[in-house]
Every structure is written in structure tokens, then in C-alpha cells.
């Protein structure tokens, strides 16, 4: 029962950074309708230049402030240089620049940084948390920032102007733009958004995967596979299905017999296309309708 | 009934193609073709072989044109289908002893039911999701590949070295000169059967799906059959290009099959021109000698100069090659005027 136990929190924890991952893509869903696969990419950049940020003497919540609004800034630089063009082409073209764009970055971070294995600190402290054998205090953080962030997400959704505005641009349009709305401008900021949750969840989890610039491709995946099963429409069902996730990946690797840590990618593809098959709006999407 | 529907307004996922503007004509297909035939007599084997990996990966975004470019789902999980191709050959070649020529028709068949069957799932998905699943797929194969329960079989993280074969009948050439013509000779072959296939009836309803799903269906397509049998397909002939590639390479291990491949092959069809099918073999030009220069002006850029190429790419030249052929045809049209 103590496994049990220990396996699921463990699994609340790095399901938190899933949460992060799949929220980023949410918002980016929301704004444009595409999935971005550069996300992780976008992710692992940012947390590399606030470690670079550190390692000029700033300390760490200076850089993590620093770093989500440089993030905030080039999420919104990247939609309107590139994407922004690039609105009214097939989706086979946009997800070609999805692609490029992780090419980039990846190739990118590594001439800057190059492909060692670097230490990234946490600000929690890894020593159990509050005394108990469980958790650790980096993972009970981990939890505590995404719990925190979603907060934030429903309270600027719901009850801010410019939330609202952004909530009318994603889900309609063009009456959105007729009550003079300008949802280019959403768009991007869905963006700038996107990219600094993103940020957020890189930093978060470089203390447990190390940072270097290939460190989300999995993150990704899992980041997706929660997306998609919470539904890529909902931001609350991103964060669900990220736990769900997290747990599942736990339990499965210590409870199913030959998974282990070979099969956690797999695992995600499984359950990517079974939540698709069973119910592709995810737990909290809404149906797509189509009008012939 | 809600005041407020969601909408989707289904934008098809690629621009439609004529069937008629897929192919070159007879006259320039033939002097490609005698080209190709000639060119190794001149160069050395190590520029053969890349001239042999040229058609192999253009057999692959061959098959992946016909998936997107014939029926309008795109895949990102290509370097899956080409992986199983490779391990289906190489190790009924390496346990069995298998001739290498007879591998490739079993990794074709094993890869189509292998297609076939992914596009079971794949079905219910369309556009974003499907590049999804199929990124899930290319990511997660090397770890599927590298599992303790096969590792008999495929050599585990280590792989399997494959014998490269001789010449037959004494012919008088080097093994990589043998292995050129070799492939030459399926990929000509594949290529004709492919433009057959997409000027046949199954072609026209790959198009019809691809253009309006619905309208497909209304004229009596069956959609579901014809989504997963263009799966099917790409994924048999993606498996004859593994194949042939685990054969020139002499190696193959789960790290050679990783996302980067599956990116490649993207890559090269969006290069290419999607649904321009001599585009492949442009296109595959473009993700074998690119990175090499890139890698040429400074060690570790080519994915920057990959990502920036493409980016030039999708904006200047939407179409890719098709379009610069398009336009080189007005040209010489005018000169001949």
C-alpha cells in the first residue's frame, strides 16, 4: 500500500509538469487551432536561458521572472514573424512550420549550449517534504506552482476583460472582431502566454531530467497524450489529464510487469490514440461539430 | 438547441492536385531515367552509394506523397514503417538466411498490414490529430524497438550488422554499383505503380477523400476503406525502402529510426511537392545533401539551416520543386515560341 501510495504521489508530481505542457499546447490550440510540436523545443530554450541567466549571477526567482517574460516576448516575436503569415495556409503547411521552428530552436540550443548534460537548481530543495517519506519538497513545489498557475489561467479567464476578449477570439471569430475585438492580437498573446507555461514547466522539471536540448522530447509526448485526453479544448481538462497521466505512468511502470522505464513512450502513444478512439473530445473537450 | 454551434469549417488538409499535374511527361521521365542509369558509370562508389540512399529515401517520401498528396492524411510517423521495413529484412536475412532480394517483398506485406492496421485507429482522426498519433508513433518505435522481450531477435540497443550482397552471375561490377541498379530497378518499378495506382479507381477515391470527405462518401467512396488501404499502401512501400536501406547501410539499430528520420521524410515531401510525385526524388535530394552542407559551414547547424530552408520554403514556394517546375516549363515554352 505504501508503493501505492508513494507511486501515485509520485505520479501527482511529474503529472503536474504534464499539466504545464499540456496547458501550453492548449493555449496554443485554442488560439490557432494547430497543434505546436515545437513546444517542448520552445520550452527547453527557455529554461536555457534562464540557467544562463543564473549563471550570470542572477538569482533565481530574478531569472525565472526574467526568463517567462523574455519567453512571453518571443512567443509573441514567433507568432507574428512566422505563423501569423502563415493563418490562412492548408494545415499541412503550418504543421511544416511547427516542425522547422523545433529543427531551429533544437539545433539552435545546441550550438549555443551544446549537447552536455547540465545541473539545473531548484528553488525547493530536494529533502522530503514536511518530514514525510513521500514526496519531495521539489516535487510538492512542482505540484504547488501548477495548482497555483491554473488558479491564475481561470481567474484572468473568467473574470478579466482581456480574458474574456481572448475566450470570444478562440471561440468565435468573427463576431468576436465585429464587437471590435482584434483577434490577431489575441492570437498572439495566446502566444506569449503559451510560451511562458511552457517556460514554466521547463524550469520546473530541468532539476529532474537535467538540461540539455533534447530534455522534452518525452515531456512532450506526455504533454500532448494529457492534452488529449483531458481535451484539446479545455485548459482545466489539460491540467486533469496531466495528473491522470502522471499516475498512470507511475503505476503502470511499477505495477505491469516488462513496462519499467523502456516502455513510458509507448505508453503515451497507447494512450494517445485509445482516448482518441474512444472519445476523441478527450474527458473535458467539447464535440466538434460539423456542418456539411 | 444552442443559440451558438461550434462550426467547424473543414479546410481540406492540402491544397488539391490535378491527377494530370502528378507526373513529368514520357520524354522528361525517360531522360531522368537514362540519367539515372548512367550517372554511376562516372563517380565513385561512395558518391553510388549516396546516389543509392538518394532513391531509398525517395521511395519514402514517394510513399508518404501518396498517403498526403493522394488522400490528404499526413503521417509523421513514416520512420516507424520504415524501421519495421529494416528489421523485417534484416533479420530474416541475418536469422533466416534469407536471399535479400526475397526480404523485401515479405517487409512490403509486413509493413502493409502494419500500416493497415495503425490506420484502423487512424480512421477516426483527421488533420492535427493524426500528425499527432503518427509523431507519437515515430517517437516511440526506437524504445519498441530496443525492448529485452525482442532483443533476441533484433540485437537490442546493438542491432543487427547486415551482409551487403554480391553482384549476381559473375557480373563484372563493384557490390554498391550491383546494389544501385538494384534499387534503381524497384524504385522505377514503385514509381510506375504508383502513378498507375493513383490514375486508377482506388486513385481517384483517394483524391475524392482528400478534396471533400463528405462528397466522397455521398458517391458512394468508402471512406474508411480507402483512409486505412492509402495507409496501407505508404506503409508497405515506406517498408520496401527500409528494406533496401537496412541492405545499403549493413546496419540497422533503433537509433537510426528516431523522429529526426520521420522529420526528414516530412520534410523532403514538403520540398518536393506534395502530390508532385518525381518531387520525392527532389525532395530526398534536399534531406540527404542539405545536411551535409549545412554540416559543412559550421558542425551541429544543419537542423537551423534545415528549419530555416524550410521556412524559405513554405513561404517563397508553397508547392515546393512542383512549382519551380512549373514555372521552368512556362519558360522553356516561351523560348521555344
Redesign the interface.
Known sequence: MELFTNQVLAGIATGAIYACMALAVVMI?QAI???N?AQGEMAMFSTFISWQLMQWGVPYWGAFVLTLALSFAGGILIERL?FK??AK?????N???F??????I???A??IWDFTIKQYPTPFGSSPFLGSQLISTHQAGMIGVTVLLLVLLFIFFQYTRIGLAMRAAA??PESARLVGINTSWMIALGWGMATAIGAIAGMLIAPVVFLEPNMM??VL?YG??AA?LGGLTSPLGAVIGGFLVGIFENLAGTYIP?VGN?????I??AL??VV??VK?AGLFG??????? | MSAVEDVVTEAPAVEAVPKRAMTLGLGTSLVVLAALCLAPLFVKNFIIFQMTMLLIYGLAVLALNILTGGSGQFSLGQSAFYAVGAYTSAILMEHANMNYALTLPIAGLVCFAFGFLFGQPALRLSGVYLALATFALATAMPQLLKLGFFEHWTGGVQGLVVTKPDAPFGLPMSQDMWLYYFTLAITVGIYIASVNLLRSRSGRAFMAIRDNEIAASAMGVDVALYKTLAFGVSAGITGVAGGLGAIAVQFVAPDGYTITLAISLFLGMVVGGVGWLPGSIVGSAFIIFVPNMAEGISKGLSGAVFGVLLFLVIFLVPHGARQVAIVAQGLIAKLKR
Do not use: Q, W
Open positions: 490550440y487551432d494547430h497543434l510540436f512566422l503569415p502563415l495556409a492548408p494545415i499541412l503547411t504543421v511544416a512550420g516542425i522547422a521552428l523545433f529543427a531551429i533544437n539545433s539552435v545546441g550550438l471561440s468565435l522530447g518525452g509526448i500532448f497524450a488529449v516488462g523502456e516502455l513510458k513512450l509507448p503515451a502513444l494517445i490514440i482518441l478512439v476523441p467539447r464535440p466538434i461539430v460539423k456542418r456539411v
